[in-house]
């Protein structure tokens, strides 16, 4: 038995979270039993939806924490003890915010790092990669030719969804978000088109200068006034892929706080929703599409970094507040 540190919940946020709102304690990580692993995490993700599990909510999607118990969320690791994955396998799994995890050996994926580090499993080979791939190929399939419009742009999700919508056909990929320096981002390092600062520009005249033909998809991250913006631009029979709304997930009911869902009938739009657990099966072809843009340098991946397991708290505070450029994460 060893001690180590793990983030807890301590006060469900009442609005914006605050890092008070957590506490990094010490516990005793039990020894693994039989069909079981200890994994020594190195590399935790940090994630949006986590806020939707501090609410003292009913969803079944978004179960709540318990108050004064552990937060999990994705991670990568090291097996270093247990009978049931070969010790020193690098794997992932969604027990982290801790520094040890004591897994069932059917609850962890073993990764092929070769040549990847292995952090790419959290971002673009994780599930913020396959959500992106999901929408553009699924949800809402980008067509040849498709102006595509993608909020929260230069985050982990919005950062891979730009480069993918352009591989797969796009002709013109617009991307949202908050600040010159992320703008700037968008347009010389992530291949974005057209770069908008939705807290400066006048988002709905930005938009229409940026489409002037419309819009054929809308990727949603964020709801709120991009989402309207984004109605009023789209195309007849236009496309929008309802992925988060993160301008609702301090409110106690997420809501996407549109009030222009009437376009919606005029222009006969399709809007459809997601969630990426829908789509594990499908990570393996996706990741075997991408591997060789990783490879060859085409495919971009951005990641925030912070360090230790202390600085959870702040990172998660952070990429609700857009803190990040790409993917947060935390390394121990
Ligand atoms: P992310 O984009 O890396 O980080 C969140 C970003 O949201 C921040 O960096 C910030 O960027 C932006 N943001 C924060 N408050 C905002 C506001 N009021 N208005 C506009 N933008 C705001 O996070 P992610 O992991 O890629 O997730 C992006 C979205 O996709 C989230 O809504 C998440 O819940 C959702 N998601 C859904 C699924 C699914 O299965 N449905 C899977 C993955 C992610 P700026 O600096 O640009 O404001």
Known sequence: MITAHEVQLVTRPDGAPRTTDFRV?????????PGQVLVRNTWLS??????????????????????????????VGEVVAGDAVPVGATVTH???????????????????????????????????GLTAYAVL??????RPGDT?????????VGSVAGQLARKLGAARVIGSAGGPAKVRTLVEDLGY?????????????????????????????????QLDAALTVLKPRGRVALVGAITGYNEA?????????????????????????????RLPEYVELASPWLRDGSFRVPETVL??????????????????????????
């Not at 304690?25 to 039993?33: F, K, L, M, N």
């Not at 806020?51 to 999990?72: C, E």
Request: aromatic share 8%; proline share 7%.
């Open 25 to 33: 304690a010490e516990v005793r990580v039990p020894d693994p039993g």
């Open 46 to 75: 940090i994630d949006p939806y986590i806020r939707l599990m501090l609410n003292d909510s009913k969803s079944a999607v978004f179960p709540p924490f318990a108050l004064n118990g552990p937060i999990d969320g994705a991670a």
């Open 94 to 128: 969604f027990r982290g915010w801790r520094e040890y995890s004591v897994l069932d050996a059917g609850d962890v994926r073993v990764l092929d790092v070769d040549g990847v580090p292995p952090q790419a499993h959290l971002s673009v080979f994780g599930t913020t």
């Open 137 to 142: 190929t699924d949800v809402t399939p980008v």
């Open 148 to 156: 595509v419009f993608i909020s929260a742009a230069a985050g982990a």
């Open 193 to 225: 088109d057209v770069g908008i600062d939705y807290r400066a520009d006048d988002l709905a005249r930005a938009l229409a200068d940026a489409a002037p033909d419309g819009l054929d998809l809308y990727v949603d991250h964020v709801g709120g006034d």
């Open 253 to 281: 009911t997420p809501t996407l706080s549109t009030r222009n869902l009437f376009a919606a009938v005029e222009k006969e739009l399709t809007l459809r929703g997601m969630q990426v657990t829908s789509y594990f099966d």
């Open 307 to 332: 360090e230790g397991i202390h600085a959870v708290p702040e990172a998660f505070v952070g990429v609700l507040g857009g803190a990040n450029t790409g993917k947060m994460l935390v390394r121990l």
